[in-house]
């Protein structure tokens, strides 16, 4: 099992430049955890990229259906107590956003706190460094 950022998820669903690589770190261990708001972060993404224009209403609605696929299978953590004060430490220490903060604290969650434990995929480079400095192996599908 692996930590899913939401980064890294979004190439399942749509055609990005980095899915063949994040498709390839999927079929190594499909397992995935992910914090509870995950699902939200993605259907944000793919908003994005219909009110770009990048993908069509039926291009919306494939990547919704994969999208509630992944979303039976993967183990998610909750917005539990623990989880919210770990993220506000992560805020204080690293340079990451809030949704970030809270990812990373819920990998922690996932990991039972042994960071080293769980391996933590993500594309986006601040969230990868935070992740690392916290001891969890990173993997970076574009150069995996």
Same mark, same amino acid.
């Given at each position: 099992?692996?930590?899913? @950022?939401?980064?890294?998820?979004?190439?399942?669903?749509?055609?990005?430049?980095?899915?063949?690589?994040?498709? !390839?770190?999927?079929? !190594? @261990?499909?397992?995935?955890?992910?914090?509870?708001? #995950?699902?939200?972060?993605?259907?944000?993404?793919?908003? !994005?990229?219909?009110?770009?224009?990048?993908?069509?209403?039926?291009?919306?609605?494939?990547?919704?259906?994969?999208? @509630?696929?992944?979303?039976?299978?993967?183990?998610?953590?909750?917005?539990?107590?623990?989880?919210?004060?770990?993220?506000?430490?992560?805020?204080?220490?690293?340079?990451?956003?809030?949704?970030?903060?809270?990812?990373?604290?819920?990998?922690?969650?996932?990991?039972?706190?042994?960071? @080293? #434990?769980?391996?933590?995929? #993500?594309?986006?480079?601040?969230?990868?460094?935070?992740?690392?400095?916290?001891?969890?192996?990173?993997?970076?599908?574009?150069?995996?």
């Amino acid at each position: 099992m692996r930590f899913w @950022d939401s980064s890294a998820i979004v190439p399942l669903l749509v055609n990005e430049i980095s899915s063949s690589a994040v498709l !390839r770190t999927y079929e !190594r @261990d499909p397992e995935m955890a992910v914090w509870w708001a #995950t699902q939200i972060e993605c259907v944000a993404a793919l908003a !994005r990229h219909e009110r770009d224009g990048t993908i069509g209403a039926a291009g919306i609605a494939n990547a919704i259906d994969r999208l @509630d696929a992944l979303l039976l299978a993967w183990r998610e953590v909750q917005p539990v107590e623990p989880v919210r004060r770990l993220a506000t430490r992560l805020l204080r220490v690293h340079p990451v956003r809030t949704g970030d903060a809270l990812q990373l604290a819920a990998a922690f969650a996932a990991a039972e706190d042994r960071a @080293d #434990t769980l391996a933590f995929v #993500t594309l986006d480079e601040r969230l990868a460094l935070a992740a690392q400095r916290e001891g969890f192996p990173v993997v970076q599908p574009s150069s995996e």
